[in-house]
Structures are given as C-alpha cells and as structure tokens.
C-alpha cells in the first residue's frame, strides 16, 4: 500500500516525489526499472531560462527558476547553477528587426526589463561565470555589432546584433536530480526497480498499480511520468495522451585547443547557415547519399562550455533534421552529426575553425523531446480519479522539472494551484477555443 505511486524516476518523477514530500505526502514510491535520471534527463544540455515567446512558459519557467533558485541556495549549489545568460546572435538585419520584436512581447509578456545597447550606449552588466546571485534580469539587446563584440570578442564579425537573456544559464542536471531523490527519500519516499505494467481502476478511480516481476502495491494516486514512454502509460489509464518524440542529438567536443571561450554564455546562430565545404568534401557527400549537408540548414545551431574553467569540454548543438518517430533504443544519429555541429558553431565562433583539418575527439547522445503540438508540458490531474501527468516535457525538461513537478504535487495533495495551472492541464483540450487557437500559436521558441 503506498498513498502514490510515481511512474518514472526521471527528473519529472523525482521533482514531483521530492515536491510531495515537501508538502507532509512521504508514502511515495517511484518505480522505474532503469537508474534514476539515465533514459532522457542525463542526455540534456542542462540549460535553462525565463525567456519564452508565450506567456504560459515565462509564467511556468519564472516558478521552476525561482524554485531552482532557493534550492540552489539550501544545497550549497549542490548543482552547480550559473546565470551566464542565453546569447541569441544574428549576422541578418532583417532577423535583427523581428528579434527585436519579439523581444518586447517577451518582455510585456512577463520576462524582464529589455535593456537596449549601441555603440554609444555602455549600460551592460557582464555575467559572473560560476554563481547566480545578482544577476540582472530580463535581456539586453545589442542592435549593433560593436557594442557586442566589444563585451563578447570571440564572436565572428559577421554578427549585426544580439539578445543576451540573463535569467537563464544552466546547471549539473544529475546533481540536481540526485539532490531532489536523496531530499525526497530521506523524508520517506522510496525507489523501486520495477516496470509499471498495469494500473487498476475500481469504478473510476485508482486502485492498485502492477509491476512486470507480478508484484503489485494498493494505492489511490498514480503519475505518469515516464517520458518518452508517457503515450504508453497513459494508455495503463485509458487516456490517449497528445504527444509525439522528435529525436534530438548533442555532441561533447573536447576542445583541446581551448577555442571555445571558458567564460562564455550559451551561444545561439539565429540564421539559417549553408556549410562552407570544400569541392572534394562536397562530392565526399554527394557519393555518400549526403547531398542535404550540402543544403541550407535551417537556425538553431547552438553551444556551450562544458565543466569548470579549466574543463577542455563544450557542448554543441543542432537539429538540422527533425525527426519524428515512436521512441526505440538505440537512437540512430547521423555519424556526421559532431561535424556538422562544430562547422556551425565555427560560424559563431570563428577560432573553432582549428578544427576543419583534425576533428577533434567528440562524444554524440541522443534523446527523445516528447511533446504536444504547442510545446506546452502536460502537468496535473488526468483520467480517472487519482490519475495525473507530468510529462511532455520536450527540450526544457530540466528547466520547467521544479515547476511541473510542484504543480502536480500541489494538485495531489488538493492545495490551491496557481491560476496558469490550467495552461498545463490536459483538459485544457477539452475548450473548443483553445484548440481553435493551436493552429495559429507563433513559434514555441524551443531550440
Ligand atoms: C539532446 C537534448 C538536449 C536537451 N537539452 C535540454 C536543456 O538544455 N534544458 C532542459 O531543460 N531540457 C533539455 N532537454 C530535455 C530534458 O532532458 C527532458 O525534457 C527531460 O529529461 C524529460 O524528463 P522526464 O523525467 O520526463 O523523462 P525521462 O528522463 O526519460 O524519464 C522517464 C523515466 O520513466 C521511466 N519509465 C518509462 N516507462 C516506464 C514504466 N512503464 N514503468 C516504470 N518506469 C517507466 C523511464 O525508464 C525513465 O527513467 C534536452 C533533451 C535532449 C534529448
């Protein structure tokens, strides 16, 4: 018997167990049948930010920040979170305009202050590197390309402009997940190596969840929180959850020749780029069935410094072709993935081009973003009675995992939910309004 039992020890899982626990809810089980934290939620970037296109996430980001922010506080910063800030970059003026605009609907949307720049103005405050007390809030916009290489040097002198959101940076995401299961845990929740197969209804509420090895516990509280697996779960309660999995790689680059600044924020190219082969390298890919890498690639290419200052590692990143699928292991990536990555991240970081000659040693993962058609998370009651969600956490898993898992527990333990709850609600899809309204929802904004 256990009052709630938890499918998924991933970072959603854990959150929610950690979140019951905080609210007096201690018999809690979560069962997974692998290590905690090692399908999706050790595969991720580890990043984070308020800055969203759409109110509903800044409301949800700003909670799971805030949250982040006192635990990081409570642990001594057992997880290393920083703020260096998210920097958006663009070598187009056009793409600088509509930044610019979007940037003041996040900001009336609830994301912070914008603060402009141009040559002649010497307003900005630098991020400290390792910490994330006193950081400014909201973003600063660079309309010109001096004002933003004069504070970020090692960018390519194609770029026109920028957008530095500051209430973002990143963090260990294992660390953080182990410090949320050992809180959890030593108030008396507990893990368990098992695979949910079953749930019971009694009439139309929970009654007992059964595990693959026969065992089965009493209980009158069952979540769903099993990434990528959510669709398979939700179907143990009857539901048809509205979720797909894009596939999604990152590579580790070990920058041995220390190009990738150590000091620096997430950096992101907002242009489509076309990647600048030679002749024989581009008939290489025409032989090889590649001729898509000789394309423009779509934007999105992004990165990091990996580690401490001293650390040789970066993180590289860019879905240059989505893709759509039921989630099975292993994930096939494209073997030219870190190659193609790092010749875009050198369209940033111009110093990264060393490495057109020698590649140098770098290691690909992939993962599953399993989301709704609006790339809102699914996060409270759902189905029968005692029935709840907290997935369809997509590319901000990490990041939106203290607040998803803090509404779904509030909701458990019948405490009063925030007004935007609803937003994340699955019965959000029961208002005809609000699906009429899918088809026209901008950009989500992932990466
Ligand atoms: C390449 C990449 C980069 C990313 N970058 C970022 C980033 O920078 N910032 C960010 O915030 N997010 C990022 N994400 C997203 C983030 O990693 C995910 O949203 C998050 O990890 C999802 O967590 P989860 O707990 O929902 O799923 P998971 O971590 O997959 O956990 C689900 C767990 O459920 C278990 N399970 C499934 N079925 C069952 C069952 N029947 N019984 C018992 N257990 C079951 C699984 O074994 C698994 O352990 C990234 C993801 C990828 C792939």
Redesign the pocket.
């Known amino acids: 018997m256990a009052r709630v039992v938890i499918?998924?020890?991933?970072?959603?899982?854990i959150s929610t167990a950690f979140h019951l626990t905080r609210l007096g809810i201690t018999d809690v089980v979560v069962?997974?049948?692998?290590a905690p934290?090692?399908?999706?939620?050790d595969?991720?970037?580890?990043?984070?930010r308020n800055w969203w296109p759409n109110e509903p996430m800044i409301r949800l980001m700003r909670r799971s920040i805030e949250l982040l922010d006192g635990y990081a506080r409570e642990s001594g910063n057992a997880f290393g979170l920083n703020r260096r800030g998210y920097l958006y970059l663009t070598a187009n003026d056009a793409t600088l305009q509509s930044m610019v605009t979007q940037a003041r609907a996040a900001s009336r949307a609830g994301a912070g202050p914008l603060r402009t720049h141009t040559e002649r103005t010497e307003r900005y405050v630098a991020a400290g590197s390792e910490w994330f007390a006193n950081a400014p809030e909201g973003a600063d916009l660079f309309l010109d390309a001096g004002s933003l290489r004069r504070h970020f040097p090692f960018l390519s002198d194609r770029v026109v402009g920028g957008l530095h959101a500051r209430t973002a940076g990143w963090l260990s995401a294992q660390q953080l997940g182990m410090w949320l299961l050992e809180q959890a845990t030593a108030a008396g929740a507990s893990l368990i190596r098992a695979?949910?197969v079953a749930v019971e209804h009694s009439g139309d509420r929970i009654a007992a969840v059964g595990f693959n090895d026969g065992s089965r516990i009493e209980t009158t509280t069952f979540v769903n929180?099993?990434?990528?697996?959510l669709r398979r779960?939700g179907a143990l309660v009857g539901l048809d959850l509205p979720v797909a999995s894009e596939v999604?790689?990152?590579t580790a680059i070990r920058d041995h020749l220390g190009r990738f600044p150590r000091e620096a924020p997430m950096v992101i190219w907002n242009d489509p780029q076309q990647l600048g082969w030679t002749s024989v390298e581009a008939q290489y890919l025409r032989d090889a069935g590649r001729r898509d890498l000789l394309d423009i690639l779509p934007p999105g290419c992004h990165g990091r410094p990996e580690g401490g200052l001293e650390s040789p590692w970066a993180l590289g990143?860019w879905e240059y072709r989505t893709k759509v699928r039921e989630p099975t292991w292993p994930i096939p990536t494209d073997p030219l993935y870190a190659e193609v990555v790092l010749r875009g991240l050198a369209r940033i970081i111009p110093a990264l081009e060393s490495y057109s000659e020698a590649l140098p040693e770098t290691v690909v993962d992939?993962?599953?973003?399993t989301k709704t058609k609006e790339n809102r998370p699914l996060a409270g009651q759902a189905g029968p009675e005692g029935s709840y969600v907290c997935?369809a956490?997509?590319?901000?898993?990490?990041?939106?995992a203290c607040a998803v898992g803090e509404l779904v527990a509030l909701g458990i333990a019948g405490a009063r939910l925030p007004r935007w709850s609803r937003w994340f609600e699955l019965r959000r899809y029961d208002d005809p309004k609000y699906v009429a309204s899918l088809a026209e929802m901008p950009d989500s904004g992932q990466l």
């Open positions: 499918c998924g020890a991933g970072i959603a899982g069962a997974d049948p692998r934290l090692t399908l999706t939620s595969k991720s970037t580890e990043c984070y695979e949910v929180a099993a990434g990528p697996h779960v999604h790689a990152k990143l992939a993962g599953y973003y997935g956490l997509s590319g901000f898993g990490i990041m939106a």
